[in-house]
Antibody, heavy 120, light 109 residues
Framework: EVQLLESGGGLVQPGGSLRLSCEDS????????MSWVRQAPGKGLEWVSA????????KYADSVKGRFTISRDNSKNTLYLQMNSLRAGDTAIYYC?????????????WGQGTLVTVSS | EIVLTQSPGTLSLSPGERATLSCRAS???????LAWYQQKPGQAPRLLIY???SRATGIPDRFSGSGSGTDFTLTISRLEPEDFAVYYC??????????FGQGTKVEIK
């Protein structure tokens, strides 16, 4: 069973950095492509970044390209999102989500989210 | 980028009624890559439907999805009290991955 737990959110000043983590307590983490999806307060869902199980493929939304870096450590069952040059518009709840394993490109498991607030 | 437009923005219905939610894409989407999610306040989204019409594990059969091309529909046959929530459609295309609709709120009338 996949259980995702995010951490690392908090208050950061504009221009600052933060690293989010997402730990999977399941046994098949290395087989799973993963994504980060965010939700600004009172707004809808926005996909941020994705990484394949073997880390060979990464993808980014245009809004974060060049500022955010996704990575993973399969030995620790952990997904990361390094966020640099943060802006007020990056304020959101950040969810990690697992892609389904049957190439439907849907997200079948989600963490509970971690809140990132960018403000001076 | 494919834009997904959901309608209506808010649907006011009573328990037991039928809910029909629409998701329209700005260009044709593969049915295989169209999904629906439910989100309740303070909770993460939950996958309801994948591949446009397949229910995810544990999803009651009162939820059904249909459609193809640019028009997709999520139907809740008889609303239960726990179904009042916000619903999002989502699509995937390899060149500009994963976009979500803006959501439809189903509220108690």
């Amino acid at each position: 069973e996949v259980q995702l737990l995010e951490s690392g959110g908090g208050l950061v000043q504009p221009g600052g950095s933060l690293r989010l983590s997402c730990e999977d307590s399941g046994v098949t983490f290395s087989s799973n492509a993963m994504s980060w999806v965010r939700q600004a307060p009172g707004k809808g869902l926005e996909w941020v970044s994705a990484i394949s199980g073997n880390s060979l493929t990464t993808k980014y939304a245009d809004s974060v390209k060049g500022r955010f870096t996704i990575s993973r450590d399969n030995s620790k069952n952990t997904l990361y999102l390094q966020m640099n040059s943060l802006r007020a518009g990056d304020t959101a709840i950040y969810y990690c989500a697992k892609e389904d394993n049957n190439d439907y490109y849907s997200f079948d498991y989600w963490g509970q989210g971690t809140l990132v607030t960018v403000s001076s | 980028e494919i834009v997904l437009t959901q309608s209506p923005g808010t649907l006011s219905l009573s328990p037991g009624e039928r809910a029909t939610l629409s998701c329209r894409a700005s260009q044709s989407v593969s049915s295989r890559y169209l999904a629906w999610y439910q989100q309740k306040p303070g909770q993460a989204p939950r996958l309801l439907i994948y591949g446009a019409s397949s229910r995810a594990t544990g999803i009651p059969d009162r939820f059904s999805g249909s459609g193809s091309g640019t028009d997709f529909t999520l139907t809740i046959s008889r609303l239960e009290p726990e179904d009042f929530a916000v619903y999002y459609c989502q699509q995937y295309v390899s060149s500009r991955p994963w976009t979500f609709g803006q959501g439809t709120k189903v509220e108690i009338k």
